[in-house]
């Protein structure tokens, strides 16, 4: 029996050993070849499009950024749709596909928009050194677009994309998304239900992570209505704590019942309270007025919450809701709960798909490819359809400061993630 068993550690082993040193087949090192004399081209092309400005509400310039792509993605033979989204006062999405029936069916996410506006001072591409661009979504993520495009246009000029059913996805709404949801992602959904895998291109937290999880975000508001008295007569029968008392209890039992599990956090961000006030949810601001001689009537506080899958944030919520519910006397108060991002969870499917990334990247000799931590990342589109394919995200560009004017793109990484992108889809259709 002991003699079994090590027989079969020994043939693992040597069945991992032996998966670990594949290398790449010879149509792959064609593509890899057709990546690398395309890659002066694909920065060029990164240069022209980072220098349109494509913030979000700049509705025509991110539209005009869509023209570009769709006018590259007719080129190499992908039948591309622009999809209008003036309904919810967005730009629109650009969506390109091909059909087949080969392999797994993928679905390929970017985002057309960047948080610089019009109004922005950061507008241009420049270079920093021979490596380093600054560029206003350069990193986030036109890069990841740019990724994408020429991965496939690899594949496309070696006659290998005749089969598959390949369908792109760039989003003009993704730094500040279209509401509803039911509109702004409805497309996006459709796409990921007739798909099997979902391949994200956000910026890439290095060339060794890959994203198997993200956490969601929502958010909360408690509003709490006290007995309005003199001051002098809190604490009394009649009139009871107070609305600011009230709030502070919650919170502090907030902090002390619901802070705990892994990935869950949430953040009061705002709160108010006093005699009168006046506070616009959307907006986040408002003003009170209170004096110390009169019992506060009023409070509310606004805040967001992460988790890591649906069970967590809806057992945060019970616990929230519990704790509203016992108020201190003569107060009474509420809380109400906004959906925003679901959590994209660290599901066996995405694991499995790091599993193949991770041999792809050891094949190209580019190291192994590791889990990133869910609780660093924020939420993406990829989260919108995260429960309907196995994903992977984070397979963009290399950079800096994504979302401050020290946006910088590393070039020098477009190469070697494209060339990654193309063996891994590659090997994904021929599955
Ligand atoms: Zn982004």
Redesign the pocket.
């Known amino acids: 029996m002991m003699k079994r068993t090590l027989l079969v550690l020994i043939s693992f082993l040597f069945f991992i050993n032996l998966s670990f040193s594949q290398k790449t087949t010879k149509t792959e090192r064609k593509i890899l070849k057709t990546v690398t004399a395309n890659t002066a081209e694909s920065i060029e092309f990164l240069k022209k499009v980072v220098n349109i400005n494509s913030g979000t509400m700049n509705h025509k310039g991110v539209k005009a950024v869509g023209m570009v792509f769709k006018e590259a993605y007719d080129e190499i033979g992908f039948s591309t749709n622009w999809i209008d989204m003036s309904e919810v006062n967005r730009s629109g999405h650009l969506f390109a596909e091909t059909n087949g029936t080969k392999g797994k069916k993928l679905l390929l996410i970017g ?1 057309l928009d960047t948080v610089f506006e019009e109004d922005s001072p950061f507008q241009e591409f420049v270079m920093v050194n021979d490596s380093i661009a600054h560029a206003p979504g350069g990193n ?2 036109k890069g990841g677009n740019i990724i994408i495009l020429y991965a496939l246009k690899a594949l496309v000029d070696n006659g290998l994309l005749k089969k598959s059913q390949i369908i792109v996805a760039y989003t003009g709404d ?2 500040s998304t279209g509401k509803p949801l039911s509109i702004s992602r409805k497309d996006l959904v459709e796409a990921a239900k007739k798909s099997d895998i979902a391949l994200g291109f ?2 890439s937290t290095g060339f060794n992570y890959a994203t198997v999880a993200r956490r969601g975000s929502s958010g909360w508001k408690v509003e709490v209505t006290g007995k309005r008295a003199h001051s002098s007569g809190i604490f009394n029968e009649k009139v009871g704590a107070g609305a600011i008392f009230e709030i502070s209890r919650i919170l502090n039992e907030f902090y002390n019942e619901v802070r705990g599990p892994a990935y869950l956090t949430f953040n009061p961000g705002v709160i108010m309270g006093g005699t009168q006030l006046s506070f616009e949810s959307a907006l986040s601001k408002g003003t009170a007025f209170g004096k110390s001689n009169v019992i506060a009537q009023t409070a509310v506080v606004k805040g967001g919450l992460r988790f890591i899958s649906e069970e967590q944030k809806e057992n945060a919520r019970k616990k929230m809701r519990a704790i509203v519910a016992e108020n201190l006397p003569h107060t009474s108060a509420k809380i109400s709960f906004t959906d925003s991002y679901p959590a994209m969870g660290p599901t066996d499917g995405n694991k499995e798909l790091l599993k193949i990334l991770n041999q792809v990247s050891f094949d190209l000799g580019q190291g192994r490819v590791k889990a990133y931590d869910p609780g660093k990342r924020g939420a ?1 589109d990829v989260s919108f359809i995260a429960e309907y394919v196995d994903c992977l995200d984070g397979l963009g560009t290399m950079g800096k400061g ?1 979302h401050t004017p020290q946006e910088t793109v590393n070039l020098n990484t477009i190469e070697d993630l494209t060339k990654r992108t193309a063996i891994l889809i590659y090997r994904l259709i021929n599955q």
Do not use: S
């Open positions: 985002h986030d993520m993704e730094e956000e910026t993406a994504a």
